[in-house]
């Protein structure tokens, strides 16, 4: 049942912090490079496609997540590694954040703004953190367990 905790978790605090931060509405400055700014995310990954419409969106914004989900939960389920069975909760569980947020809203709410001046990354927001951590453990899996665990 551990397995499915860091999904919840994720999940969790990726639909918390969105609601709080687009209830306050308004920018918070944490740090000089660092602030919550509510934006919405019409598009794919960094707002690619978000002038996109009909198949080809939903191919890209609903479709191809959801196959993946899918793909990763059913991997979840029969991997008996624990640190593989972690990085791949972490990347469901902000996966699931971000579909929600398609589902019920047709776009991605984000908010953690990182800025230099006036250069700004791409905003985004806690599922997109716990899926890029999910693939940092996910690799590191492969490169320094796994080819111990087969013994070579």
């Known amino acids: ?12 605090l990726d639909q918390l912090t969105k609601y709080w931060i687009f209830k306050v509405n308004h920018p918070i400055d ?5 602030s919550l ?3 919405y995310n019409e598009g794919f990954i960094f707002g690619l496609f978000d002038r996109w419409s009909g198949f080809l ?3 890209f ?8 989900l899918f793909f990763l939960i059913g991997l979840l389920i029969f991997t008996k590694n624990s640190t593989l069975r972690f990085g791949i909760s972490l ?13 019920l809203l047709d776009k991605v709410r984000d908010f953690i703004d990182f800025h230099i001046g006036s250069w700004h990354y791409p905003i985004f927001n ?15 899996y492969y490169l ?3 080819k111990a665990s087969k013994g070579d």
């Open 1 to 12: 049942m551990f397995r499915f905790f860091p999904i919840f978790v994720c999940l969790l």
């Open 30 to 34: 944490l740090l000089s490079f660092l």
């Open 37 to 39: 700014t509510p934006a």
């Open 57 to 59: 969106k939903n191919l």
């Open 61 to 68: 914004y609903f479709a191809i997540p959801v196959a993946i």
């Open 91 to 103: 990347v469901v569980g902000g996966g699931l954040g971000n579909i929600i947020d398609r589902l």
């Open 126 to 140: 806690i599922a997109d953190v716990c899926i890029n951590l999910g693939i940092v453990v996910i690799a590191f």
């Open 144 to 146: 320094f367990q796994y």
